[in-house]
């Protein structure tokens, strides 16, 4: 995958693609006010479905899987999260 984009990159994607923000917004299963929130700033996609807009249109990278929590195995995946905690460092 390529790098991130700029905002003004991203609105040139979809003049050269064709699509409006909201056709974008329905094919990708975003309501257009969601991703209108993104792009205007009001939303940052630090979580949530404004985090999915910013990673689907590669104004953020996608966080690796290495580095993720795993709820479901109850432990973190991340190996410098494991070192921090193995050294018994609180902060």
């Known amino acids: 995958m390529e790098g991130t984009r700029t905002l003004e990159e991203v609105r040139a994607w979809f003049v050269a693609n064709g699509l409006t923000v909201r056709e974008w917004a ?28 910013a990673i689907a249109l590669r104004l953020k990278a996608r966080p690796a899987e290495a580095d993720a929590w795993s709820p479901e195995e109850g432990q973190l995946q991340n190996s410098a999260c494991q070192k921090f905690l193995a050294e018994g460092r609180t902060r």
């Open 26 to 53: 329905k094919q990708s299963g975003f309501t257009p006010e969601q991703v209108y929130a993104v792009l205007a700033g009001r939303a940052r996609g630090r979580h949530g479905a404004a985090h999915e807009i």
